[in-house]
């Protein structure tokens, strides 16, 4: 029983930079594994991101090691996910999803709650 929504999405210039931030309710917060994933129409949804319960774990995707990076807080039950040398093929749709399980995973089935997503927009 976790509610996800997502803010910080919009419209930047290449090379540019954006933070997204996820909100997150209920008590146990603490205890999931949080991940961002993207999706582009007509594709399936991509990881780019974990972090695992304690935040002393964190995982990015070959696609944006060394551009993103992600982080939590638990006493705000926040994650975010810093994303800097934006390119246009970064352009998606960006979703915060909650793992029951306490480690990072790219599986996407792992994930047991989603937030709506927030549009990210990168220009030539």
């Known amino acids: 029983q976790v509610q996800l929504v997502e803010s910080g999405g919009g419209l930047v210039q290449a090379v540019g930079s954006l933070r997204l931030s996820c909100a997150a309710s209920?008590?146990?917060?603490?205890?999931?594994?949080m991940g961002w994933f993207r999706q582009a129409p007509g594709k399936a949804r991509e990881f780019i991101a974990a972090?695992?319960?304690?935040?002393?774990?964190?995982r990015t995707a070959d696609s944006v090691r060394g551009r993103f990076t992600i982080s939590r807080d638990n006493a705000k039950k926040t994650v975010s996910v810093q994303m800097n040398s934006l390119k246009p093929e970064d352009t998606d749709v960006y979703y915060c999803?909650?793992?029951?399980?306490?480690?990072?995973?790219?599986?996407?089935?792992?994930?047991?709650?989603w937030g709506q997503g927030t549009q990210v927009t990168v220009s030539s």
């Open positions: 209920g008590r146990a917060f603490s205890s999931y594994a």
């Open positions: 999803a909650a793992s029951r399980g306490l480690h990072t995973t790219p599986e996407e089935g792992a994930y047991a709650y």
């Open positions: 972090i695992s319960w304690s935040g002393d774990n964190p």
